[in-house]
């Protein structure tokens, strides 16, 4: 899978994680509609009149880029019952001396206080740092959470990150600079890693 055109899927207790696809719209729109609320305390403000079929027809541009371009993975995780759960990126993927990722992740409004959040990002991580082919073979993984988003600071110190400082105004959010906390993790301080879903999967596909 160290080609851009790979196909990343993994499996966890109670999710099954792909990247976007553009059957997904329906899922992505519910989601986005019923979590509005939240997401907005955390997430910079889009553009003004964009709609929400114009974010999904972005994000889906995106991952397809990354993809192909080795810079970004994007998953997707869903239930047993089909319905998606959350997001799980790596973004900025550097190769070469710095062979590093930025770790993001949320998780719908009726799926939290189930424990996915942090199996998302611990199967992100498996990703990050399985070797090539099986993942990409990453050194570290950054990530980096608004210090009052209490849950994502647990997620991230439930799958080992390391806080390592604080960033000042960071991200413009809610008409504010924001502050971050800085969290890392390198791949030696992650435990073994089972690997991706081999053969045909269950779950929503195109």
């Known amino acids: 899978m160290?080609?851009?055109?790979?196909?990343?899927?993994?499996r966890t207790t109670s999710l099954f994680l792909r990247p976007l696809q553009a059957g997904d719209r329906d899922e992505f729109l519910r989601i986005h509609e019923?979590?509005?609320?939240?997401f907005q305390r955390w997430l910079p403000e889009r553009?003004?009149?964009?709609?929400?079929d114009e974010r999904f027809e972005e994000v889906l541009h995106r991952t397809r880029v990354g993809l192909a371009e080795g810079t970004?993975?994007?998953?997707?995780?869903?239930?047993?019952?089909?319905r998606m759960a959350g997001?799980?990126?790596?973004?900025?993927?550097?190769?070469?001396?710095?062979?590093?990722?930025?770790?993001?992740?949320?998780v719908s409004s009726d799926q939290t206080g189930k424990g996915l959040a942090t199996e998302g990002v611990g199967a992100l991580l498996d990703l990050a740092y399985a070797p090539e082919p099986r993942g990409l073979g990453l050194h570290r993984v950054q990530a980096n959470i608004n210090p009052i988003n209490?849950?994502?600071?647990?997620?991230?110190?439930?799958?080992?990150?390391?806080?390592?400082?604080?960033?000042?105004g960071y991200?413009?959010?809610g008409g504010a600079w924001q502050d971050h906390l800085m969290f890392a993790k390198l791949a030696e301080e992650h435990g073994p890693v089972d690997g991706p879903v081999d053969?045909?999967?269950?779950?929503?596909?195109?």
């Open 171 to 173: 991200l413009y959010i």
């Open 72 to 82: 970004e993975v994007r998953l997707v995780g869903f239930t047993s019952d089909g």
């Open 150 to 168: 209490r849950a994502s600071v647990r997620v991230a110190e439930k799958n080992g990150f390391r806080r390592e400082g604080e960033a000042k």
């Open 2 to 10: 160290a080609d851009g055109d790979a196909e990343y899927s993994w």
């Open 199 to 206: 053969g045909p999967v269950d779950g929503p596909e195109d």
């Open 87 to 106: 997001v799980f990126a790596l973004s900025q993927i550097f190769r070469r001396a710095f062979m590093n990722a930025y770790a993001g992740w949320f």
């Open 47 to 52: 553009p003004a009149g964009e709609t929400a």
């Open 34 to 38: 019923i979590s509005h609320a939240s």
